[in-house]
């Protein structure tokens, strides 16, 4: 037999979803333990007792009835410092000699045995719990027994949830004030959207509970928008990105010279090693288009036109005109007196964007502060 002991003194918040709780771990066939912090150190014979208590029901003096009909004996002393809610129900309960009846009804009989066995000894068979889970969630919340609901959320949340019940998890999380199951649920739910359309859970709850399917559908909704709205921004900042990085080649080409093109007073080296700009191989093919072509004015050449706008970008990111060997670089600077707000406004936002995604504010070939 399998036994497995796990402590409980912290109950986790949502979110962010945190780690599996420390696992003391002893095993015996399939048989799991959970105790509390303070039990840790309870032998194996103690624990064998408690179970021995339930199963035989020595002078028992309460009487469980389930839908079965089936009885359950417990002992009330127990079963009050269990769980509140059994004490309250044992002091309104009828009595009948030495011995009381309480009702457990609307859960199967087996399911009330595995929650019953639990408040003795904090054991239960794991092929139980994977059978009754929901059962025992639903029993845990209504009898306020907090440790065996966060044992059912842990095992729910470690496999035992399914695109197939994750719906009715869901609405039964939001019944039993589980936050962090409901939250799980409602990820895999907007994760698997059209699959869990398709279950049987959905098409129940579309008749029963309108109200939350149209919940449901808007947080989709919104979901979609959110991640179209971070799609958008990822493009946008890659845009920039590429051209800060031709900003950088086109410095690197006018300063130093790449390859084979370069300032008329370099002198290139046949083997010299590979550039480490990756924009340089693009932007060269345009400088010698830009030099060769006879349009060469904007408006007349597509890629001479934004040769100009890269020579102007340059000059608005450049941080030291004065020392700057691009072409153009102080004439652009003094053309921006003559521009108009719009588009010198346009030009200000291109500016702030491109430096801000690169986070180079003060780096040594532009500045904010130039912009």
């Known amino acids: 037999m399998e036994k497995t002991e796990r402590s409980y003194e912290d109950s986790p918040a949502p979110p962010p979803l945190p780690g599996p709780p420390t696992i003391i771990s002893s095993r015996k066939g399939s048989l799991v333990n959970r105790y509390p912090v303070q039990y840790r150190s309870v032998s194996m014979a103690t624990q064998g007792l408690w179970d021995r208590l339930f199963d035989e029901g020595y002078r028992a003096d309460v009487a469980i009835n389930t839908d079965s009909g089936t009885i359950i004996y417990g002992h009330s002393s127990l079963l009050g410092i269990a769980s509140p809610v059994f004490k309250c129900m044992l002091k309104?309960?009828?009595?009948?000699?030495?011995?009381?009846?309480?009702?457990?009804?609307?859960?199967?009989?087996?399911?009330?045995?595995?929650?019953?066995?639990?408040?003795?000894?904090?054991?239960?068979?794991?092929?139980?719990?994977q059978e009754y889970v929901l059962h025992l969630l639903v029993l845990s919340h209504v009898f306020v027994v907090p440790q065996l609901k966060r044992e059912c959320e842990w095992q729910l949340e470690q496999g035992l949830l399914t695109i197939e019940n994750v719906v009715d998890i869901f609405q039964l999380a939001l019944l039993c004030d589980a936050p962090r199951l409901s939250l799980i649920s409602h990820r895999l739910i907007l994760k698997s959207f059209k699959d869990a359309c398709a279950t049987d859970g959905w098409r129940v709850m579309k008749w029963s509970h309108p109200v939350l399917e149209k919940e449901l559908l808007e947080s989709v909704i919104e979901a979609d928008a959110r991640q179209k709205e971070r799609m958008r921004k990822l493009n946008e900042r890659k845009i920039y990105l590429q051209l800060y990085e031709a900003m950088e080649a086109l410095v690197h080409i006018c300063r130093d010279g790449c390859r084979t093109i370069g300032p008329h007073d370099k002198v290139f080296i046949e083997d010299q090693t590979p550039c480490s700009y990756q924009a340089c191989k693009g932007l060269e093919s345009l400088i010698r288009h830009f030099a060769r072509c006879k349009l060469r004015v904007p408006g007349g050449c597509v890629h001479c036109k934004r040769m100009w706008q890269l020579l102007e970008l340059h000059s608005r990111l450049c941080a030291d005109s004065d020392m700057c060997r691009v072409p153009l670089c102080r004439n652009f600077k003094q053309k921006r007196r003559k521009q108009n707000k719009k588009d010198e406004m346009k030009w200000r936002i291109l500016v702030r964007k491109i430096l801000r995604t690169k986070s180079i504010s003060g780096a040594p070939f532009f500045s904010l502060a130039s912009a």
């Open 92 to 129: 309104q309960s009828r009595s009948e000699g030495n011995q009381r009846s309480i009702s457990i009804r609307g859960v199967p009989f087996e399911a009330v045995r595995v929650f019953i066995r639990f408040l003795y000894s904090s054991c239960y068979e794991q092929e139980e719990m």
